[in-house]
């Protein structure tokens, strides 16, 4: 009778349980926020911004949203997820360079460059690139030596920032399929998904250069001190401003 008792009581808790999970993470997410929500949670966040203007808003997925915003000469980015039942802002950048937002870590097709950009500046093309430095590693401990090839792949992004300061466009197709490669090989050397993901990425970086229409490197009219951050289980990387003289 106890056995009963217990086998009955068990299965009540692991469907209360089930429901649970369901209800606080795959449940549809509710209608997005207010622009004067999401100006409150912005200013209670970072520095309090006087007149914060939000630009749009972009949904990428059903359960991931990109808002562009501006403030005078500030042009920031905000990156929101629906989780546990409410959409909270995980990232934001201020910064003035773009930024790779990754959906899932694990899944290149789900990565995004996303920008917002002061208009008065002299830019009309991005030139993105993703760069593997090559490298050569020996150990003592395996009597083991390892070359890594060099990679350095380029896009080209038009920004029409006469008609919009903001943007975001998915990966091109060989980056995707380079980068399911190199996350195939790199992920055997680790059974853990986060770990695979923060160590053996980290050997690539992203990086632009700014052009102007007739092609030449232009530097920023304006390109003020700003800042990064991140919360949670969100994934992305920055991508930093390099010169010609970097690349190869």
């Known amino acids: 009778m106890k056995k009963k008792v217990w086998i009955s009581l068990s299965g009540i808790i692991a469907m209360v ?3 649970s999970v369901y209800y606080n993470y795959f449940s549809n997410p509710s209608e997005f926020l207010s622009e004067d929500e999401m100006i409150d949670i912005i200013n ?3 520095y309090g911004f006087d007149s ?3 630009l749009d808003t972009i949904y990428l997925d059903d359960t991931h949203v990109f808002v562009p915003f501006a403030q005078d000469q500030i042009y920031g980015t905000s990156f929101w997820i629906w989780e546990k039942r409410n ?3 995980k990232g934001f950048n201020t910064m003035a360079d773009p930024y790779l937002w990754q959906l899932d870590p694990n899944d290149p097709n789900t990565f995004y460059v996303t920008w917002n950009l002061d208009p008065a500046n002299d830019l009309s093309q991005i030139d993105l690139y993703l760069m593997n430095r090559r490298g050569f590693r020996s150990s003592d401990y395996n009597q083991t030596n390892t070359y890594t090839p060099g990679v350095q792949l380029q896009h080209q992004i038009e920004t029409n920032l006469d008609e919009a300061s903001y943007g975001v466009e998915r990966l ?3 980056w995707i399929a380079f ?3 190199y996350l195939e090989v790199e ?3 680790s ?3 986060f770990f695979s993901h923060h160590l053996h990425m980290s050997s690539l970086s992203y990086g632009w250069i700014p052009r102007r229409s007739n092609g030449e490197m232009t530097d920023f009219v304006n390109k003020p001190n700003g800042s990064s951050s991140r919360s949670g289980r969100f994934y992305g990387e920055s991508i930093f401003w390099i010169s010609e003289d970097e690349l190869e």
Do not use: N, R, Y
Request: proline residues 4%; aromatic residues 4%; negative net charge.
């Open 52 to 54: 914060l203007e939000v």
């Open 17 to 19: 349980i089930l429901a």
């Open 187 to 189: 992920g055997a050397k």
């Open 87 to 89: 959409w909270e802002m």
């Open 44 to 46: 209670e966040s970072q």
């Open 179 to 181: 980068l399911e490669s």
């Open 191 to 193: 059974t853990d998904d």
């Open 172 to 174: 091109p197709e060989d």
